[in-house]
């Protein structure tokens, strides 16, 4: 299966989506934030990278277009959350829409479902490569 790296400030959720993406043979690490995701998706091989698009210390849509930059054809999944009436600048819509312009960035609002991450992840695996 594949190697994934997830990014995320929450600790619950990032260890949920650990347990989710291992009970499908998924080979997961996870780390707490955009710098420590940043240091180590350089120093090992991610095949889809899952990223909070709002953190603390570097910012989720920072951090995506750093690994973009590195890794022009490697899928990721942005995610956020917040309130589902809320909308407008800032806002958990506003923040994925950015991430959807990230060349290629999927995105997923929190709350989500395992049945829903899964899709998307089984999806972006499959997807050919950007460029290729």
């Avoid at 990014?7 to 347990?19: F, K, Q, S």
């Avoid at 309130?83 to 999927?106: C, I």
């Avoid at 991450?117 to 997807?127: E, F, I, P």
Wanted: glycine share 8%.
């Amino acid at each position: 299966m594949a190697r994934i790296l997830v990014i995320d400030d929450d600790l619950l959720l990032r260890g949920t989506v650990e347990l989710i993406l291992r009970s499908e043979g998924h080979d997961v690490a996870s780390v707490g934030d955009g710098r420590e995701g940043l240091r180590r998706f350089r120093a090992d091989r991610f095949d889809l990278v899952a990223c909070d698009a709002l953190m603390p210390n570097r910012d989720g849509l920072e951090t995506i277009k750093e690994i973009r930059d590195l890794a022009a054809a490697l899928p990721i999944i942005a995610f956020t959350g917040g309130p589902a009436h809320a909308d407008g600048p800032g806002s958990a819509t506003d923040v994925l829409h950015l991430a959807r312009q990230l060349r290629d960035t999927e995105t997923l609002a929190k709350p989500f479902r395992s049945r829903e991450l899964l899709a998307l992840v089984r999806r972006c695996l499959a997807a050919p490569a950007v460029g290729a």
